[in-house]
């Protein structure tokens, strides 16, 4: 491509470089680290088809009960010795309260998705600027939690050998549990580190409480991952220390988005345009006419 000149208004002819050349986001590593406006039907197969695949991964993961037994124990004689193995009296304390643990059986089974599918259309219709970033956050914290399940199988505390702790699905005949009951040859039992439960309600909090202006939402983004933890302790599908994992998780999946896009998602602009617009020429600039 041929060099340009400007004539100005003395007659003289300057060299200007060649808009294109000079324009590095037209490489295709940059233009894939700028955020820009997600489309809505790619959105949903992208999710759809990545949740399709984190369960196939997931229940592929051979169920190495005698390991995932054997780790449920140092787990639990870890938090013993760590004075927070509390969780078979959470456990039963809850279970007493019949209407309040089929409550937190029905939370357990629901919310983990009607939540994390709320807060991911919430920043899709309000905050686009932000959305693929924070999504990407989510995508990294699932995808290493994989890794998790492989690397460390472990019994949920309602399976463990010689415990007192209480299925209270199975007790109190309610659906949701894919690991209990006729669902659980469905789903891998033993893929209790790290807690997605908890991973995914952090990163609705975070979430909702950095993006929100409402003061009391930014509040209820706070108590949703704390009521969650409460609610995989009292059904005796995690211990402390899962949670733990999602957390680290999560931490992951944060770090792998600040990286790609040069800083923490919700620091990005909340907007963005749909599509780059050409620039426009300034009323006064001076005319471009090509070198002879």
């Given at each position: 491509?041929?060099?340009?000149?400007?004539?100005?208004?003395?007659?003289?002819?300057?060299?200007?470089?060649?808009?294109?050349?000079?324009?590095?986001?037209q490489g295709l590593l940059p233009r894939l680290r700028t955020p820009r406006r997600p489309?809505?039907?790619?959105?949903?197969?992208?999710?759809?088809?990545?949740?399709?695949?984190?369960?196939?991964?997931?229940?592929?993961?051979?169920?190495?009960?005698?390991?995932?037994?054997?780790?449920?124990?140092?787990?639990?004689?870890?938090?013993?010795?760590?004075?927070?193995?509390?969780?078979?009296?959470?456990?039963?304390?809850?279970?007493?309260?019949?209407?309040?643990?089929?409550?937190?059986?029905?939370?357990?089974?629901?919310?983990?998705?009607?939540?994390?599918?709320?807060?991911?259309?919430?920043?899709?219709?309000?905050?686009?600027?932000?959305?693929?970033?924070?999504?990407?956050?989510?995508?990294?914290?699932?995808?290493?939690?994989?890794?998790?399940?492989?690397?460390?199988?472990?019994?949920?505390?309602?399976?463990?050998?010689?415990?007192?702790?209480?299925?209270?699905?199975?007790?109190?005949?309610?659906?949701?549990?894919?690991?209990?009951?006729?669902?659980?040859?469905?789903?891998?039992?033993?893929?209790?580190?790290?807690?997605?439960?908890?991973?995914?309600?952090?990163?609705?909090?975070?979430?909702?409480?950095?993006?929100?202006?409402?003061?009391?939402?930014?509040?209820?983004?706070?108590?949703?991952?704390?009521?969650?933890?409460?609610?995989?302790?009292?059904?005796?599908?995690?211990?402390?220390?899962?949670?733990?994992?999602?957390?680290?998780?999560?931490?992951?999946?944060?770090?792998?988005?600040?990286?790609?896009?040069?800083?923490?998602?919700?620091?990005?602009?909340?907007?963005?345009?749909?599509?780059?617009?050409?620039?426009s020429r300034p009323p006064h600039e001076p005319a471009v006419s090509p070198k002879p």
């Amino acid at each position: 491509m041929g060099d340009t000149t400007v004539t100005t208004l003395d007659g003289r002819e300057a060299a200007v470089p060649d808009p294109v050349a000079a324009d590095p986001g037209q490489g295709l590593l940059p233009r894939l680290r700028t955020p820009r406006r997600p489309r809505f039907w790619f959105e949903i197969l992208l999710i759809a088809a990545s949740y399709w695949v984190y369960s196939l991964v997931r229940n592929a993961v051979p169920e190495q009960r005698t390991e995932a037994l054997r780790n449920a124990d140092w787990i639990w004689q870890a938090e013993q010795q760590l004075g927070i193995a509390v969780e078979e009296s959470v456990n039963h304390a809850v279970n007493s309260a019949t209407w309040l643990i089929i409550g937190m059986n029905y939370y357990y089974a629901t919310l983990h998705f009607v939540v994390t599918l709320g807060v991911l259309v919430w920043l899709y219709r309000r905050h686009p600027g932000r959305y693929a970033a924070t999504r990407l956050v989510l995508f990294g914290t699932t995808a290493v939690a994989l890794v998790g399940y492989y690397l460390y199988p472990l019994a949920p505390p309602r399976l463990m050998n010689g415990g007192d702790f209480i299925d209270t699905v199975m007790v109190h005949q309610t659906w949701g549990s894919m690991a209990s009951g006729d669902l659980k040859h469905m789903s891998n039992q033993y893929a209790a580190m790290p807690s997605m439960h908890i991973g995914w309600s952090v990163w609705c909090g975070l979430t909702i409480f950095a993006l929100a202006t409402v003061p009391w939402v930014r509040v209820l983004g706070l108590l949703y991952p704390a009521l969650t933890l409460v609610v995989i302790v009292a059904t005796a599908n995690h211990f402390w220390l899962d949670a733990v994992g999602g957390m680290l998780c999560l931490a992951f999946g944060f770090a792998v988005s600040s990286v790609w896009y040069g800083r923490q998602p919700y620091a990005l602009p909340r907007d963005v345009p749909s599509q780059a617009a050409a620039p426009s020429r300034p009323p006064h600039e001076p005319a471009v006419s090509p070198k002879p």
